[in-house]
């Protein structure tokens, strides 16, 4: 047999080829406890990192309100809405009946819910001081008529004055007839000096020839002979001197006569007192008209003592009683120290009902209201006039103002009443195929308006603030509106902190605004 060699090396472990595993496995631990978990926290750190970076952004602080949604279901015209109670009232106001003068209230005619007409006597005052103020007004009347008859002499004399200067013309002929006088005394002043030349000629030699015979006549005679002498000479002498006298006074004279023609030609003081006399009598006339319109005051004030209804209607209430003081129409009175009473007309009466806020939104003007009271067994139609200014912050309801037509003589103001609003006719048809729908209010402030519409801020899903193109609606209050169209339920308006706000920016929201809409103040 053949033996055959068996090589056992195929069996053999190569030494070499072992050692680079066992190198290997070394270092596959530090792969996976170290390296790949690192990478892991590095990744999910970052993802941290990015995540809550936002938080750390500097964002702005507002306030937010959530959007008010009232569902609104469709009801058949003339179907019950809600009820609620209120009372009746004059329509629009009831109406004071002033006394028009000052006095003290003698006796009141009328008792509360009577009938009166227009213009019927309500009341009187005490009128003794008016008719005594009626009889002095009278009597300075006539007064001022005498003084207008003096003033009407005054200027009838006037202008006879102007008319005929008589006076001046007396004047300048008086002065014309002196200095007529002076001039012929001058033309005579030549003979008279050649008259008293002769007589001192005759004096002297009468005089020289008496003295020359001194022994043979008496010495009186002598003395007088020399006193005519001295005379015709004293004479002759003072009609030398009269002659530029004479000629200055004629000059005078003269002026004076031009002066008397000028005056009588200008009339200039005559015209003066003729102007005064027609100003006097127009001041006269004046005050003659002033004394009539006293009178007539007076007259008035007399009438006004009997106070009469300005309107056809029913005594609401008496305020005024017998021996009351009324202060008229005097600036300084208040408005109540004047009133009589108030009436009102009976045929127009409305019912102010408290609406509560939940209720505002089914309210329309125009809309049906059956009012129920107990005076009346037959329920009174009415139709809404518009809401109140203000809510009522303690009851939470807003008045609401409904006409009453053609009220009944049970109904008086004051009266508690129940008023029942009625669905009012819908106008849109396919609005009355839908069972009910809602209707979305937000408060008027937030309405912005610009020129393509209306906006309002709203905070997005992300923290965002984002500008929101609205639609508005009818429905409403004073204070929250409708939107129709650019605002869900679930949306968050911007109540405050919107100044400075841009269109994607951050916001934080620090709190709901629970005023905005309620009609609350700060």
Not at 100 to 107: D, F
Not at 408 to 425: Q, W
Request: charged share 25%.
């Amino acid at each position: 047999m053949t033996q055959t060699q068996i090589d056992l090396r195929g069996l053999a472990l190569e030494r070499t080829s072992t050692a680079t595993p066992s190198k290997n496995k070394l270092k596959q631990p530090w792969l996976s406890r170290y390296v790949i978990p690192g990478v892991i926290m590095i990744g999910f750190i970052g993802l941290l990192v990015i995540a809550t970076s936002e938080q750390f952004l500097s964002r702005q602080p507002v306030t937010v309100i959530p959007v008010i949604v009232k569902r609104a279901e469709i009801q058949q015209e003339g179907t019950p809405l809600f009820q609620a109670a209120g009372w009746v009232e004059p329509r629009p106001t009831s109406v004071n009946v002033p006394a028009l003068t000052e006095g003290v209230v003698k006796e009141l005619l009328v008792v509360e819910g009577q009938e009166v007409k227009y213009g019927e006597p309500v009341a009187t005052l005490i009128d003794v001081d008016a008719k005594i103020s009626l009889r002095q007004a009278e009597t300075q009347r006539e007064l001022r008529k005498a003084e207008l008859q003096s003033a009407q002499a005054q200027l009838k004399a006037a202008q006879l004055r102007v008319d005929n200067p008589v006076h001046l013309e007396a004047a300048l002929a008086e002065a014309q007839s002196v200095q007529a006088q002076t001039e012929t005394s001058i033309g005579k002043l030549p003979y008279l000096i050649e008259s008293a030349k002769a007589r001192l000629e005759y004096a002297q030699k009468n005089f020289d020839g008496k003295r020359a015979a001194v022994d043979a006549i008496a010495g009186r005679l002598i003395q007088q002979a020399q006193s005519e002498f001295a005379t015709a000479k004293a004479e002759l002498e003072e009609l030398k001197q009269r002659s530029p006298r004479l000629k200055r006074e004629s000059q005078a004279l003269l002026n004076k006569v031009v002066a008397l023609s000028t005056q009588r030609k200008l009339l200039i003081e005559e015209s003066r007192q003729l102007e005064d006399a027609r100003a006097q009598m127009l001041a006269a006339r004046a005050r003659v008209n002033e004394s009539e319109l006293r009178v007539e005051i007076a007259n008035l004030n007399l009438e006004r003592t009997i106070v009469r209804s300005p309107i056809g209607g029913r005594v609401l209430r008496l305020v005024a009683a017998p021996g009351t003081r009324v202060m008229g129409l005097k600036s300084a009175s208040h408005q109540s120290s004047s009133t009589i009473m108030s009436l009102y007309n009976p045929k127009m009466l409305q019912v102010r009902a408290d609406v509560r806020l939940e209720d505002v939104p089914l309210v329309q003007p125009g809309q049906p209201v059956e009012i129920q009271t107990a005076s009346s067994s037959v329920p009174i139609v009415g139709k809404v006039l518009l809401p109140t200014s203000s809510a009522n912050i303690q009851k939470n309801t807003l008045e609401v103002k409904v006409a009453i037509d053609n009220p009944t003589s049970m109904i008086r103001p004051e009266m508690l009443v129940t008023a029942t609003f009625l669905s009012p006719p819908q106008l849109d048809p396919q609005e009355n195929n839908q069972n009910n729908y809602e209707r979305i209010l937000i408060p008027r402030e937030l309405a912005l308006s610009t020129e393509g519409g209306h906006i309002t801020w709203v905070v997005d899903v992300n923290g965002t603030a984002n500008k929101r193109a609205i639609k508005l609606g009818k429905a409403g209050t004073e204070e929250l509106v409708e939107v129709v169209e650019g605002i869900n339920p679930t949306d968050k308006l911007i109540s405050s902190g919107s100044q400075g706000l841009e269109l994607g920016m951050r916001v934080t929201i620090t709190g709901e605004d629970t005023r905005i809409g309620t009609g609350k103040t700060m």
